[in-house]
């Protein structure tokens, strides 16, 4: 049920990823592969390390055993010869810049407007001349339904529009692979919605995405894979209609039925 | 139940109408300032009207050629030693939130010596370092001499004023800039993580600009205090506004008179500074809620250049 091409190379390679906080292991073991163009929705309780892993393939977290490749490349460290050497802050810095991530709580600048928050990376880290990145920003605006607030500043925006501003800001860098970390979690019910739609588009049009999110509706038509977490390990994983629909673990059924009245 | 009865004629409703609302005149607040203002009065009364203020004397040196260098001096070393001592404090303070042992234990015992001393003593340290160090060489630690000073040279009045003035408002600014950097929400810092921004960047963009908001009501502080605090350097002969009172008093015996020319001056500078702080701050708080216009500001894009 891919989109992508059998064979690619893929866009993400987990292999064994163990990370803990002190004593306490939070990921233990993770092997998991997105191929370009894949959307991939994370499901599982919480505290089953789900954000931890998503933080770890773009090294905002360190991993202790294992590798993560993104796009061909070791996040965080380099092979040189037979020597697995640890990256500078700059180089794990240039790794990051073409992984877009969208939070939990938006995490918008609030000193800048809504165009300064999506100009921001493409001007000041990217290089891009100002010009074309406003244009280009301004258009991102436009598809996420919020060009007429391009001056407004966070705090003017209700909590759905300042999170498509921050999906229009991580996708100003034209990120090959996007991270969602529950982005609909902090939102009013009435405004899950419209960012939801605007992350429906976003997986029509190829875009290489990992979504955790407790929305059972969004994996069911946007996802090409589910991958349920519990405890630290990848428990089930497999197209919507075989985890959503006839789950194999009882600890995903367990999961699941917990959100049968919502769906 | 006085909803109900709202509700039977159309003309209690009219009367209720909390748009209609008057405000009863609040005798007892009036009372009061009318009770403040004569006592204010009468304090400006009495000190207008007595000799012993000299205001004939006060107005005859307040703009006198000697006053006004002093004031200079006095300005001068403030603005210079701020500057110096901000500067200094951010490396400080970031030195010792960083990660890096070296760096933070380094911070940390500056600031712990520069607090930790009196800025007096300081001050008449750094004027006599010459007979604690009679030269001053940058070398290799145990190895050969790269350069070589002559104490006198280098410490005159004014390099030991700004220099003890500046390393002692390090400490305090580092603290200040440091408890700023903290206020700042982490998802900011993860944030500018996660796009891939430098620290440098991160910190001029993002993290500084929010942490103004806390660090710039302690600095307005900082600064008065600072003004004042150049006063200490009279005693090593620096000839700044206090000590160019004293010397007129010391001549002409109008103490008080010369005190109030000092006073008057230092009660301005620090007005107009309150004034520039309150710019300073609605200027960083921007994006607050109800400031700026969302709907009245249009949009704009700007041509590439
Ligand atoms: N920075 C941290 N320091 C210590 N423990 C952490 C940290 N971040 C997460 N954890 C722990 O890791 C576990 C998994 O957290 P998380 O990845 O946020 O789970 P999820 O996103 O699935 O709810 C939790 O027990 C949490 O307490
Ligand atoms: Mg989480």
């Given amino acids: ?125 990217h290089g891009q001349p100002r010009g074309e990145a406003q244009a280009y920003a301004m258009e991102l605006l436009a598809r996420v339904g919020l060009a007429e607030k391009a001056n407004a500043y966070p705090r003017q925006l209700s909590g759905g529009q300042q999170q498509r501003v921050a999906i229009a800001r991580a996708l100003a860098i034209r990120p090959k692979l996007m991270l969602f970390d529950e982005p609909t979690s902090a939102l009013d019910p009435e405004l899950v919605g419209e960012v939801l ?43 919507p209609q075989a985890v959503l629909g006839n789950p194999q673990h009882p600890r995903t059924r367990l999961f699941l039925s917990r959100f049968i009245e919502k769906v | 139940m006085a909803a109900a009865s709202v509700e039977i004629g159309s003309g209690e409703a009219a009367l209720r109408d909390v748009a209609n609302a008057h405000q009863p005149p609040a005798w007892g607040r009036w009372l009061l300032w009318a009770f403040v203002l004569a006592v204010a009065a009468n304090f400006a009364w009495i000190a207008a009207h007595n000799p012993h203020f000299g205001w004939p004397i006060v107005g005859q040196w307040f703009t006198e050629a000697s006053i006004l260098r002093g004031l200079g001096v006095t300005l001068g070393l403030t603005v210079v030693a701020m500057t110096l001592g901000t500067a200094l404090g951010l490396v400080l303070a970031i030195a010792r939130m960083s990660k890096d042992r070296l760096f933070g234990s380094l911070s940390g015992l500056f600031i712990w010596f520069f607090r930790g001393t009196p800025l007096l003593v300081q001050l008449i340290f750094w004027y006599n370092l010459s007979t604690l160090f009679p030269e001053i060489v940058l070398k290799i630690p145990f190895g050969p001499v790269l350069a070589s000073w002559n104490t006198n040279d280098l410490i005159t009045p004014m390099t030991a004023a700004i220099a003890g003035l500046s390393l002692n408002e390090a400490a305090y600014m580092a603290e200040i800039i440091r408890g700023g950097l903290l206020s700042v929400d982490k998802g900011q810092v993860e944030a500018t993580d996660a796009f891939g921004m430098t620290r440098a960047r991160a910190l001029r963009r993002v993290i500084i600009p929010q942490a103004m908001r806390s660090i710039v009501p302690p600095t307005g502080n900082q600064l008065i205090s600072m003004i004042k605090a150049t006063s200490l350097v009279s005693v090593i002969a620096m000839a700044d506004l206090l000590y160019s009172v004293q010397n007129v008093y010391n001549r002409t015996f109008e103490v008080i008179p010369m005190l109030m020319v000092a006073v008057i001056w230092y009660l301005i500078i620090t007005s107009i500074l309150n004034v520039v702080q309150g710019f300073i701050e609605r200027y960083y708080a921007r994006g607050e809620r109800g400031t700026g216009g969302a709907d009245k500001a249009p949009v704009r894009v700007e041509e590439p250049a």
């Fill in chain 1, 197 to 239: 739609s605007v992350m429906r588009d976003l997986a029509r049009q190829g875009l290489t995405m990992i979504v955790v999110t407790h929305e059972i509706g969004f994996a069911r038509e946007a996802a090409d894979r589910v991958v349920f977490m519990d405890g630290g390990v990848v428990v089930e994983q497999g197209p």
């Fill in chain 1, 1 to 125: 049920m891919s989109k992508a091409a059998e064979g690619a190379a893929p866009m993400v390679r987990a292999r064994n990823v163990h990370k803990s906080f002190g004593p306490n292991e939070v990921l233990k073991g993770i092997d998991l592969d997105v191929a370009p163009g894949e959307v991939v929705v994370v499901l599982g309780p919480s505290g089953s390390g789900k954000s931890t892993f998503l933080r770890c393939i773009n090294h905002l977290e360190s991993i202790q055993r294992g590798f993560i490749e993104v796009d061909g490349e070791q996040i965080g460290y380099a092979l040189r010869g037979n020597r697995l050497n640890r990256l500078s802050d700059h180089a794990i810095a240039v790794q990051r810049r073409k992984i877009g991530m969208v939070f939990q709580q938006f995490n918008l600048y609030p000193h800048m407007t809504a165009l300064e928050n999506v100009v921001e990376a493409p001007i000041g880290v």
